[in-house]
Structures are given as structure tokens and as C-alpha cells.
């Protein structure tokens, strides 16, 4: 049996998918969903699918989850934010807490696989309390006495792009494009059926243990270049506006009254001017990745966020 955490999100469904057409052994931890009748996990039950729903803070529910289990694949974790600019969990326990909890139990309960889907741009000193925490909780893995794989993805995209998502209100303002920093961070999405193949791919690859393995699309894009790219596709110009990353506290509020309200914090702008890029070709190699390109999904992003 598999154990697959955080198998409802934008990664998590076409895992899912591939790891059923590969007749996988599933079982589904989620917290579930807000409102049932909108909810997939019905159609997964009813698709052989095992499905433990429940707090990930509660370590009845863990055990309950880990019960029988050989092998765990951790894709939870998300950089979006509620509605009302909280979270059902934080930053720190989710990428750090839950990781070093379902290491332990792991160890505790004999399962010795391990597969961790982090980010491109997690490291120690990051200004971003996402990406710090992200490192913290892949170093608990490479510390663990698991076999290891832990997998670092750019920012993904398909039909929908979440990363672009989370600053519609920036990429569609009329007037400019507002840009975090000096916008020449570069970038590499990458799209999440790739992904999704790397992540079940692995579980059973061998080669793949004890390895952090950076996963990037096939084109670098400056920051601001991509978003210029998505206004021109909604049909948008105008001139290009940064808002300088180092301000902080009331200076950083001032220099964001111009835009449309509460459109970007601190932690979002830590996020926006980091780097998520690689030069490995590791992934390609192992999981033989097709590499495809943003500009062939820009139509359908687009009508997505016009939807959104």
C-alpha cells in the first residue's frame, strides 16, 4: 500500500491518475473538503482508491493513515493562502512539523520509502518562510534512515498556472505591470504531468534513493518576461513598474498602495523575486521528461484566470 499525502491539489490529481492507471496501490490521507458534493474523494472511494480523512495535526489520524503502509509519497504543502489571508496550516508545520512526524513513524513502523516533493528556490537563508521551511523539512528526510528521493519541482503549470494565480490582480492591472524586485529572476515552470510522472516513477526506482532531484522546464524566463508574455496574451500593454523587494514594514505598504488591494505581502514579494531554476539534467535522464514549453498552454492559462 501507498501513501500518498495531499493527493487533492494541483500535483496531487494527476498523481493520482497515473499511479491508477499503473493499478498502484492507493491509499489518500486529506483533510477533505469544505464543501462534500464539490469533493472528488466520493468518486475516488468508488475507484478502489483507500481514503483517510482527517486533521494532519492529529496523530491518531497519521497512525490510522501509516497503518500497513510500505512506502509514503509527501506532496502537501502549499504557498497559497486562504481567502482571508490564513492558513489551515502553517508554513512551519506542514514542511517541517509533519515531515519530521511522518519520518519517525516511518522509522517506528518499518516503512522504508520515503518520496518528498519540495521546490526549486527552498534554502536555508531564504527571505520566504515557504521556502525556508521547505529546506528545513528536506533536510529532515536526507537525515532520516529512510531510502530516501526527494524531488524539486520549478513552479508548475497546465491548463491552469497557480503560481500566476496567486498575482492575477498584478498580471491584469490596466495600467502596468507591477513587478516584485528587478524582475530578472529567472524561471523554469515546468508542467505538472512531468512532474506527476517523475513522482510515481520513482517510487519504485531504485536509482533514484538517496538523490535530490531538480525538475525544470525547458525554456529560462526572466520574471518579468513571463508575466509580459501572460498580459500580452490577455491582450494587455503598458509600462512595466517594480517595487523595490528590500522595503519592509510601512515603507512596503506605501509602495503597494497603487496596486489593487491587499494583492501582495511580504512573504508573497520573498517568494516572487527568488530564483526557480536549474541546470541539471538529472530528471530528463532518469524519467526520459518530454519538456514542455509555457508558451503552448498560454491560451488555456489565460482563459483560466479570465474564469478565476
Known sequence: MLLLIGGTGFLGEPVVELMMARQLPIRLLTRGAGDWKGSNLSQYRKRGIEVVVGS??????????????????????SFRLNSDGSRASSYEYLNVELVEKLTVLAEQNGIQRFVQVSC?????????????????????????????????????????????????????????????????????????????????????????????????????????EMLESIRFEFGLSGTTMTI????SGKAFEMATKVLPKNTITLELAQILITDSHSSSKEAHELFGLEGKCLEDYLPDIVESLKKR
Open 56 to 77: 494532519l495535526e492529529n496523530d491518531d489520524v497519521l497512525l490510522r493513515a501509516l497503518d500497513g503502509v510500505d512506502a509514503i509519497i509527501n506532496i502537501s504543502g
Open 120 to 224: 526549486l528556490g527552498a534554502r536555508e537563508e531564504s527571505g520566504s518562510e515557504y521556502l525556508s521551511s521547505k529546506f528545513t523539512g528536506d533536510e529532515i528526510v536526507r537525515n532520516s534512515k529512510l531510502y530516501w528521493t526527494i524531488l524539486r519541482p520549478s513552479y508548475m503549470f497546465g491548463a491552469r498556472f497557480p503560481y500566476v494565480e496567486m498575482i492575477k490582480p498584478l498580471v491584469t492591472f490596466k495600467p502596468c505591470l507591477p513587478v516584485v524586485g528587478s524582475g530578472l529572476n529567472i524561471l523554469m515552470p515546468v508542467h505538472v504531468d512531468e512532474v506527476a510522472r517523475c513522482v510515481v516513477d520513482c517510487i519504485y526506482m531504485k536509482e533514484s534513493t538517496g538523490r535530490v532531484i531538480e525538475i525544470a522546464g525547458p525554456k529560462e524566463y526572466s520574471l518579468v
Open 244 to 247: 523595490p523587494s528590500q522595503l
